[in-house]
């Protein structure tokens, strides 16, 4: 069965720090890319940042220079640290998974984000950055 359960989200002020993980289980996690979405109240889901089975990675314009994805393979565990937050950042953030030769990865990745039959999703947790 597969599962992908997010945690770490919470409350924090502008320019404070978060670290979601994101736990993954029944799959071949090394074999899969992995990335971070979010969708803020009234707005489509976007993409975040990937990291792909290579460990190569890629970033939003909005966050890039404040957020670093990494994946430990060994824990089956993907990780997102946010630095430098803004009230801009606040959203549900998911995580999801889609295997590595499935084309989903590439330059053109933020496509994934409207597409839940796509891979794996969570359930989400919750960011919410006051000013």
């Known amino acids: 069965q597969v599962q992908l359960v997010e945690s770490g989200g919470g409350s924090v002020q502008t320019g404070g720090s978060l670290r979601l993980s994101c736990a993954a289980s029944?799959?071949?996690?090394?074999?899969?890319?992995m990335a971070w979405f979010r969708q803020a109240p009234g707005k489509e889901r976007e993409g975040v940042a990937r990291i792909d089975d290579d460990g190569s990675t890629a970033y939003a314009d909005s966050v890039k220079g404040r957020f670093t994805i990494s994946r430990d393979n060994g824990k089956n565990t993907l990780y997102l640290q946010m630095n430098s937050l803004t009230p801009e950042d606040t959203a549900m953030y998911y995580c999801?998974?889609?295997?590595?030769?499935?084309?989903?990865?590439?330059?053109?990745?933020?496509?994934?984000?409207?597409?839940?039959?796509?891979?794996?999703w969570g359930q989400g947790t919750q960011v919410t950055v006051s000013s």
């Open positions: 029944g799959f071949t996690y090394s074999m899969y890319c």
């Open positions: 999801a998974a889609v295997h590595g030769v499935s084309g989903w990865c590439s330059a053109s990745w933020t496509r994934w984000a409207n597409r839940p039959d796509v891979g794996y």
